[in-house]
Nanobody, 129 residues
Framework: QVQLVESGGGSVQTGGSLRLSCVMSGYVYVNYCMAWFRQTPGKGREGVALITTDGSTRYADSVKGRFTISLDNAKNTMYLQMNSLKSEDTAMYYC???????????????????????WGQGTQVTVSS
């Protein structure tokens, strides 16, 4: 059994920064992939960023240059540093993890529920002007 717990969400003004964290616990394999997704009411879950234990990353075009994903393998903790936040970044942010060896990381980020087995409960990010 694997548990994911997100933290770090909150309210911030446009142009501000937040850092999200996701701690994975339980029976964790050596190699894994973790990702951040976000969702607003009435919309599907959108891929934000993804990282693997070998250091490969992917970002949604909408966050490139503003968000940075990182992974502390020793702590099984993933981070998302979010800078230059915009109102359209407002969403519930979810952490996801899977132990599959994804052949196509772009596909994994585009298909959250087909790709990732384990999910956190989410942390709300609100960006206002």
């Amino acid at each position: 059994q694997v548990q994911l717990v997100e933290s770090g969400g909150g309210s911030v003004q446009t142009g501000g920064s937040l850092r999200l964290s996701c701690v994975m616990s339980g029976y964790v394999y050596v190699n894994y992939c973790m990702a951040w997704f976000r969702q607003t009411p009435g919309k599907g879950r959108e891929g934000v960023a993804l990282i693997t234990t070998d250091g490969s990353t992917r970002y949604a075009d909408s966050v490139k240059g503003r968000f940075t994903i990182s992974l502390d393998n020793a702590k099984n903790t993933m981070y998302l540093q979010m800078n230059s936040l915009k109102s359209e970044d407002t969403a519930m942010y979810y952490c996801a993890a899977d132990f599959s060896d994804f052949l196509d990381l772009d596909y994994a980020l585009e298909q959250p529920f087909k790709s990732f087995t384990y999910w956190g409960q989410g942390t709300q990010v609100t960006v206002s002007s």
